[in-house]
C-alpha cells in the first residue's frame, strides 16, 4: 500500500471551513453557554453508583483495551473510592446509548462521536489523549496500493473513495468536509456497500468534469 498524501497537507489544499448546527437534547440544560450539557443542580437529579462503568471507544477486540486501561480504572478507583468497572462496546451507537441510558458513567469517545455524545448522551468532556510534552493530534491519509495509477490527488477523480465509519472525525468527516470544501471535488454520488448499516464504510464516486455539483445520495 502506499500512502497518497497525508491530511497536514491535504489540509492546506482543500482547507474550508464547515459548520453545521448544534442543539443539546431537550432533556439537559446549557445555562452557561458552553455548549455542553449543565450539571444538575438539584440533588434529586444526580446519580451516585456504587460501582463505576468505563469503556473505551469501539475498536476491532475492545477486551483488548480493559488491560491498557487498567492502570486508569484503578486510579479512579483510588480517588473516587468506587470500584470500577470495563464495559466491552461493539459500536458507537451502543456507546452512546448506554451513556444516555445512565448505565455508562465515563467514557472515552472517539473524535467524531464527542459533539453527539455531547447533545444526545449528556457527556461532558474533561480530558483528551497527548504526549508528554503536551502535543497531540493525527493525521489523515490517503492509501492506495504501491502499484495503483493514482499517484496525485487528481489521479482519483471519476473514481471511488471509501471512507470508515461516519462518526469517525479521521476517517469520514475531517476528510469528506475537506473534500467537498473545494467545489471541484463534490461527489457524484454517496453509497454505502454491504449491509447499509450507519458503521458500514462510504464510497464517494467522484465526478470527471470539474464544475461545480451537488452530492445526491443513493436512497436507502
Known sequence: MKTLLAASVFAVLFAAPAYADFNLDSRYSDEDGDLVADIPTNEDELVDPDTLIFTYTPVEDPAVYEDVWQGFMEHMSEVTGKEVEFFPVQSNAAQLEAMRAGRLHVAGFNTGSNPIAV??????????????????????????PADSEAQEIEDLRGGEITFTQETSNSGFKAPSAILKGNSAWRPARISRPGSRAPTTPRSWAWPTATTRQRPSPIPS
Request: proline content about 4%.
Open 119 to 144: 447533545a444526545c448522551a449528556g457527556f461532558r468532556p474533561f480530558a483528551m489523549m497527548a504526549a508528554e510534552d503536551g502535543s497531540y493530534g493525527y493525521e489523515m491519509e490517503i492509501i492506495v
